[in-house]
């Protein structure tokens, strides 16, 4: 690779270093009150790919010191067996987070479900009461991806504050809450982390590349493998790739990483970039639900 090359955005290291802290925080939050956060991962059918992220969501869950259960049901699992389950976690003071891994096999409401969480136990913060918590500026959760991109920019030294974002894809996981994060007036790192003025760019843009040219930080969520090349972007920006794409070669993501590392200044890795930190700020969801739960049940 030439002189010239981005520099990598490591997000496993960035993610190591932030289950680091909150193991700290999670042990000193245990011994004080005698309670260990737990998350239930549900996971319906049996997707490879799922599986794949259950299981290290788990052991992200060991390392940080939370406990973890697995709930797997079959793929022909009823709409109503399903919402049981949930209620049944709804209900439960041993379990803090709920996590039912997403995609859900055909013939499931997905909406539906998501919306039964209990809100002060939905740790994706998907729920539309968390989502209008975020859109506020007062979230009680950060969706994990948007809050993961946040924390690996931060913690690379890029300020966010009073540049331009384009953002590429408007999905309710990952484009529109992204860009309400980065719009908000502080964060979770500081102003520094937000205050950027935003574009959403999506499949009905005219002149896509027009736009993402004129971004200090490109952020491609588009589920497109090697879309953004190098003549999209600005020289000198930082490109975040959320994209995970399965291709004859393998693993890929949105960006043509070799392309676009001969003109951004900073680029993240698939695998090894927003990844791990998606797991990593889920582990700091369900550590926060554990304080919010134990905090009401102290009051009651």
Same mark, same amino acid.
């Given at each position: 690779?030439?002189?010239?090359?981005?520099?990598?955005?490591?997000?496993?290291?960035?993610?190591?270093?932030?289950?680091?802290? &909150?193991?700290?925080? +999670?042990? @000193?939050? %245990?011994?004080?009150?005698?309670? #260990?956060?737990?998350?239930?991962?549900? *996971? !319906?059918?049996?997707?490879?790919?799922?599986?794949?992220?259950?299981?290290?969501?788990?052991?992200?869950?060991?390392?940080?010191?939370?406990?973890?259960?697995?709930?797997? &049901?079959?793929?022909? +699992?009823? @709409?109503? %067996?399903?919402?049981?389950?949930? #209620?049944?976690?709804?209900?439960?003071? *041993? !379990?803090?987070?709920?996590?039912?891994?997403?995609?859900?096999?055909?013939?499931?409401?997905?909406?539906?479900?998501?919306?039964?969480?209990?809100?002060?136990?939905?740790?994706?913060?998907?729920?539309?009461?968390?989502?209008?918590?975020?859109?506020?500026?007062?979230?009680?959760?950060?969706?994990?991806?948007?809050?993961?991109?946040?924390?690996?920019?931060?913690?690379?030294?890029?300020?966010?504050?009073?540049?331009?974002?384009?953002?590429?894809?408007?999905?309710?996981?990952?484009?529109?809450?992204?860009?309400?994060?980065?719009?908000?007036?502080?964060?979770?790192?500081?102003?520094?982390?937000?205050?950027?003025?935003?574009?959403?760019c999506h499949s009905r843009t005219t002149d896509l590349a027009a736009i993402t040219q004129t971004a200090d930080v490109l952020i491609a969520a588009i589920g497109k493998a090697n879309f953004i090349t190098a003549d999209m972007v600005k020289p000198g920006a930082a490109v975040v790739d959320v994209g995970i794409n399965r291709t004859a070669e393998g693993l890929v993501g949105d960006v043509?990483?070799?392309?676009?590392?001969?003109?951004?200044?900073?680029?993240?890795?698939?695998?090894?970039?927003?990844?791990?930190?998606?797991?990593?700020?889920?582990?700091?969801?369900?550590?926060?639900?554990?304080?919010?739960?134990?905090?009401?049940?102290?009051?009651?």
């Open positions: 690779m030439s002189a010239d090359t981005a520099k990598i955005m490591d997000g496993k290291a960035i993610s190591q270093e932030i289950q680091t802290e &909150l193991a700290s925080e +999670t042990a @000193q939050f %245990t011994q004080e009150t005698g309670v #260990t956060p737990c998350l239930a991962a549900v *996971l !319906v059918g049996a997707d490879e790919a799922s599986e794949v992220y259950v299981r290290n969501k788990q052991r992200a869950c060991e390392r940080v010191g939370l406990s973890s259960q697995l709930h797997k &049901l079959p793929a022909d +699992t009823s @709409q109503k %067996t399903l919402l049981d389950l949930i #209620t049944e976690l709804n209900n439960d003071p *041993l !379990v803090h987070g709920i996590l039912v891994q997403l995609p859900l096999p055909a013939g499931l409401d997905s909406t539906q479900i998501l919306d039964s969480i209990n809100p002060e136990k939905d740790v994706d913060a998907f729920h539309p009461e968390n989502v209008g918590l975020i859109s506020q500026g007062r979230p009680r959760f950060l969706p994990c991806t948007p809050h993961g991109v946040q924390q690996l920019l931060d913690r690379c030294g890029i300020e966010l504050s009073g540049k331009h974002v384009v953002i590429v894809g408007r999905s309710e996981i990952v484009g529109k809450p992204m860009a309400m994060l980065l719009l908000n007036r502080d964060s979770t790192r500081g102003p520094q982390a937000a205050n950027a003025t935003v574009t959403i043509d990483f070799d392309d676009v590392s001969t003109v951004a200044q900073h680029i993240t890795p698939v695998p090894g970039g927003v990844g791990p930190l998606t797991v990593t700020m889920l582990m700091h969801n369900t550590l926060i639900a554990a304080r919010i739960q134990t905090s009401n049940a102290a009051v009651e």
